[in-house]
């Protein structure tokens, strides 16, 4: 078994489902990776807290068993809508039979469809009202969206006197309010007003048309299994129906449970035959074990690409598993967030009724940043995960962290649930893939006591061989989960578990960072050791050595495919970003297929060793005509280490110096090199493929642009310079309109006369 060492690099997934706006996305590629490595075809993979329909396409596509669940069933809903659509004609079927069930003397399609009317405008015949605007502030409807069948029109404007007095607008806590009110909880329940707040979050018709169709839902169809269907496509409706929708951010994710200044109130019904539509439109539907008794006595080699989905806690899970035993859980853990939970617990009510929803009672009203909380909550998940695996089995944890807190959250928990740390690695963002491994029955943690008193300097340490090895500034994640891997052990995550507030006793490790004596901090974001000493080169100029030799072996690379072999060389803390490896990649490669790269045919060595020979004796002509006393090296290009390929001097004293190159290892060249005379000239001559390139590379690493400001370093690109080469006449001022990335003779608007 092949350890996984390195950063796997995957193309981010949109997330699905009704659900898909509270969703992370996720990482093609990695479960692939992990469960490959760890696993054999056949073998039972456990995805707990799962919500992400590519997640458990990715594993099932391995030939591995998934048994994928979640706390919260309208995640479950979400999920098992992406992963196993309902057939089409029967959804829409259900859909018309629904619409023409009576409601007050006419078909409830009829009664809902009145609810959302307005006279047009143009033809004032019967309109249909898409949504209205409302004005938090006043508390009334200001503005309405609608659509004509009889003309066309499709417009907004004011509401008429008839719209503002119908009494669907004034109904308030009605019928409607109080039947959904009680499918929560109880009128007796802690949580009543928490629930009345929740459903002042709805406009009284919204109430009155959501009531109404899950009414018919559950009397029409209790019997059948076109009901979960109908309930995937309402849950839709539970969504985009509340007023938290800002109007002129129609589709963005709510942020607060708090109505914006102007709101939205959509048409229920349409919207409901449009989430119809949508869910018999994704893709192919995967077969899904009912029964988790089946699904688990299945043998090995007869359930490869099985699935089962199952609202559950590990807790419930663990009890249920007998002697089953997993080799791998594969999770991405849910955020902590307060708005979702608070949603979810809403609509299980209002779907399955106050006992499903009772399970998400201990999420309401949390706060934002109750990360203790988080932390003690997930290591009791973590708790009952541990007993659900091998001897030596693997825990991956993937998805976006919301900064330190989150990440010193997930770590504790682990460790606290007894699990030790293998690998934390960092793609630079949010992003995360933490790997660890179940610590054996009989291990007994102990903390050196030496060690116990100096995990400050240890951290500190750590970030400070870390920089040195990247040789570049580098982002703080990277810094503080090699921190992390570095405490762990020294057993200081099982040590930092006993204290009264574990996070943030973590957090202040970290905050070693913050020491002036020690770090300096680029842009607010990139950090390096104050006293520099001897580095590495730096890691931008080695990715792009890697990226060029990787093109140069192959005829041609899928992207992805690209990125996991430039991690591979580049492990553990050493990982590079993304946009750096991806700007190498665009400076000396050609997309030939959507998606698949190839080195383009003049970056061939040979072609680019000759254009800069070429290039040195175009300096050395250029040097003789201006009158300088030239002087080149015998070695040239890239052959060349340090020193100039090309001197112009007067009077035995240095006036330009010029490095010729054609890769753009800027970092290299400048910042390792002998400091030169701060009276001369020097210049950086590189090919214009390599423009932006090094642009990024400069955005990347703070420290060039104040290196080159320093060391009188300007850029001189190929082409300006091959075309002062062809002129009659030159002089030595002609250069200075030739030097940098967008020369002057390059810059129409300026009007300059070439020479």
């Known amino acids: 078994m092949e350890e996984i060492e ?36 056949g073998d039972l993979i456990l995805a707990p807290f799962c919500e992400s329909a590519s997640l458990v396409r990715e594993i099932q596509a391995t030939g591995r068993r998934v048994l994928a669940l979640d706390f919260n069933p309208v995640g479950v809903l979400s999920l098992r809508m992406s992963l196993a659509p309902p057939a089409r004609d029967e959804l ?80 308030g806590r009605g019928l409607a309010y109080w039947y959904l009110a009680d499918r929560v909880a109880s ?37 059948s299994p076109v009901a979960e269907a109908l309930k995937g496509a309402l849950l839709r409706c539970l969504d985009v129906g509340s007023a938290l929708f800002a109007a002129d951010a129609p589709e963005a994710r709510p942020r607060q449970l708090r109505l914006p ?21 994704q893709g192919a539907r995967m077969h899904l074990t009912p029964d988790l008794g089946s699904f688990l006595k299945a043998p090995a080699n007869r359930g490869e690409g099985l699935v089962h989905l ?42 399955y009724g106050p006992r499903a929803a009772a399970a998400l009672e201990s999420l309401v009203g949390r706060r934002s940043h109750d990360w203790e909380w988080y932390r003690q909550s997930l290591e009791r998940a973590f708790h009952y995960a541990a007993q659900l695996l091998q001897p030596e089995g693997h825990l991956l944890l993937l998805g976006r962290m919301a900064g330190p807190s ?53 951290a500190q340490e750590t970030m400070c061989n870390l920089l040195r090895a990247r040789g570049e500034p580098t982002l703080a994640p990277y810094l503080r989960l090699a921190a992390a891997e570095s405490l762990a052990r020294a057993q200081w995550l099982s040590h930092l578990a006993a204290s009264e507030e574990p996070v943030s006793e973590m957090e202040d490790l970290w905050k070693v960072l913050e020491d002036a004596n020690t770090f300096v901090c680029f842009d607010g974001e990139r950090w390096w050791p104050r006293d520099g000493g001897e580095t590495a080169l730096p890691l931008a100029d080695r990715v792009e050595t890697a990226v060029y ?22 492990p553990g803390a ?22 698949y790269w190839r080195l383009r045919a003049d970056e061939e060595a040979m072609s680019r060793d000759a254009q800069a020979a070429e290039v040195v004796l175009i300096l050395r002509q250029l040097g003789c005509r201006m009158g300088y006393e030239v002087k080149a090296s015998q070695g040239s290009g890239e052959a060349k280490a340090r020193g100039y390929d090309v001197t112009w001097q007067e009077e035995g004293q240095l006036s330009h110096g010029f490095l010729v190159r054609w890769r753009a290892q800027i970092a290299t060249d400048i910042l390792h090199s002998p400091p030169q005379p701060r009276a001369s000239e020097h210049y950086y001559v590189l090919p214009e493929t390599r423009v932006e390139l090094v642009r990024a590379k400069l955005a990347h690493d703070p420290r060039l642009a104040g290196a080159m400001v320093r060391g009188n370093w300007q850029l001189l690109k190929y082409a300006p310079l091959r075309a002062l080469a062809g002129a009659e006449e030159v002089v030595r001022h002609d250069l200075r309109r030739i030097v940098g990335l967008e020369p002057i003779i390059e810059q129409p608007a300026a009007q300059i006369p070439l020479f």
């Not at 005829?555 to 495919?561: D, I, K, R, V, Y």
Request: aromatic share 8%; net charge negative; charged share 20%.
């Open 574 to 595: 050493l990982t590079p970003e993304v946009a750096i490896v991806e700007a190498c990649l665009r400076s000396y490669a050609e997309q030939f297929s959507p998606g």
């Open 6 to 41: 390195h950063w796997i690099a995957g193309k981010m997934m949109a997330p699905e489902g009704p659900l898909a706006r509270y969703g992370d996305p996720t990482p093609r590629g990695v479960a692939d990776s992990y469960v490959r490595a760890y696993t054999s075809p």
């Open 549 to 570: 030799e990787l093109l140069a072996g192959s005829l041609g690379f899928a992207h992805e495919a690209l990125l996991r072999l430039v991690c591979e060389r580049f």
């Open 261 to 281: 200044p102007r709101y939205l109130e959509r048409n229920v019904w349409e919207c409901f035959g449009q989430a119809c539509e949508s869910l018999t439109d």
């Open 92 to 171: 829409l079927a259900a859909f018309t039979r629904l619409g023409d069930a009576p409601k007050a003397g006419s078909p409830l399609r009829e009664h809902l469809e009145r609810l959302y009317t307005t006279p047009c405008l143009r033809c004032r015949g019967p309109a249909t009202v898409e949504a209205v605007v409302w004005d938090r502030a006043s508390g009334q409807p200001v503005e309405e969206w609608y659509r004509c069948p009889a003309c066309g029109e499709r417009a907004s404007g004011p509401l008429e006197e008839a719209d503002l007095t119908a009494a669907e607008w004034t109904e």
């Open 406 to 458: 989150h990440q010193a959250a997930l770590l504790l928990a682990a460790s606290e649930a007894g699990f030790a740390l293998a690998r934390a690695l960092s793609g630079g963002g949010e992003e995360v893939q933490l790997h660890f491994q179940r610590k054996p029955s009989h291990t007994v943690v102990t903390a050196d006591e030496e060690v116990m008193t100096r995990g400050p300097a240890l």
């Open 187 to 223: 009128a007796s329940s802690r949580h009543r007003q928490t629930i009345q707040r929740l459903l002042n979050l709805y406009t009284p018709r919204n109430l009155h048309a959501l009531a109404q169709i899950l009414i018919k839902v559950e009397s029409l169809f209790a019997d």
């Open 310 to 351: 199952q609202v559950s806690t590990l807790r419930s899970l663990a009890d249920r598993m007998d002697s089953t035993r997993v080799p791998l859980i594969l999770a991405m853990p849910p955020r902590l967030d307060p708005l979702f939970w608070s949603l979810s617990y809403l609509w299980t009510g209002w779907l």
